[in-house]
T-cell receptor
Framework: QKEVEQNSGPLSVPEGAIASLNCTYS??????FFWYRQYSGKSPELIMS????GDKEDGRFTAQLNKASQYVSLLIRDSQPSDSATYLC???????????????FGKGTHLIIQP | DAGVTQSPTHLIKTRGQQVTLRCSPI?????VSWYQQVLGQGPQFIFQ???????GRGNFPDRFSARQFPNYSSELNVNALLLGDSALYLC????????????FGQGTRLTVV
């Protein structure tokens, strides 16, 4: 059973501070890692993808991947009230049939940015 | 460019009925995946299609089926609806199949009564 674990929160962060979101996954064969943002009542929106160990930065967002520890994180710098949302961690693992079993999601972390 | 489009946006069905949900991927994308999201949970993978062939299937009963058409659009069918099928059904498209970035449509909110 492939699992992705996230702290459901809520995680409350003051405006302007750094928000740190964490995720662990169970399948060592996982190859692709993603962070999605989901506002209440809306569909998930892709924020970051990361495929190799290390950091990847895009604007105020930094994704970090450590495959040895099976750990993925997302840092949001200069947090804004508009960043308040649920953040979903997702991984992809290949299946034995030469395809992929799609994205396996965590339950998401509810982030609240306090003005 | 148009993103992923799904129809209908909302749907109410009665237990035992059948439903068909539709999805058009981003232009140029050849892979479509379907997900079910119930309140408070992350989306759960149902199917992935790439180049009109099924490439992955999640842990859903045979009441769920899907197909992809030559223009890469897709349909998800659910037969013999149960109350527990009430959820947000999401379609995602990817440029190619395995492991690439997936972009979601706005979803179809299905309510089974």
């Amino acid at each position: 059973q492939k699992e992705v674990e996230q702290n459901s929160g809520p995680l409350s962060v003051p405006e302007g501070a750094i928000a740190s979101l964490n995720c662990t996954y169970s399948d060592r064969g996982s190859q692709s890692f993603f962070w999605y943002r989901q506002y209440s009542g809306k569909s998930p929106e892709l924020i970051m993808s990361i495929y190799s160990n290390g950091d990847k930065e895009d604007g105020r967002f930094t994704a970090q991947l450590n495959k040895a520890s099976q750990y993925v994180s997302l840092l949001i710098r200069d947090s804004q009230p508009s960043d308040s949302a649920t953040y979903l961690c997702a991984v992809i693992s290949p299946n034995s049939g030469g395809g992929a079993d799609g994205l396996t999601f965590g339950k998401g972390t509810h982030l609240i940015i306090q003005p | 460019d148009a993103g992923v489009t799904q129809s209908p946006t909302h749907l109410i069905k009665t237990r035992g009925q059948q439903v068909t949900l539709r999805c058009s991927p981003i232009s140029g994308h050849k892979s479509v995946s379907w997900y079910q999201q119930v309140l408070g949970q992350g989306p759960q993978f149902i199917f992935q299609y790439y180049e009109k062939e099924e490439r992955g299937r999640g842990n859903f009963p045979d009441r769920f089926s899907a197909r992809q058409f030559p223009n890469y659009s897709s349909e998800l069918n659910v037969n013999a609806l149960l109350l527990g099928d009430s959820a947000l059904y999401l379609c995602a498209s990817s440029l190619v199949g395995l492991g690439t970035e997936a972009f979601f449509g706005q979803g179809t909110r299905l309510t089974v009564v």
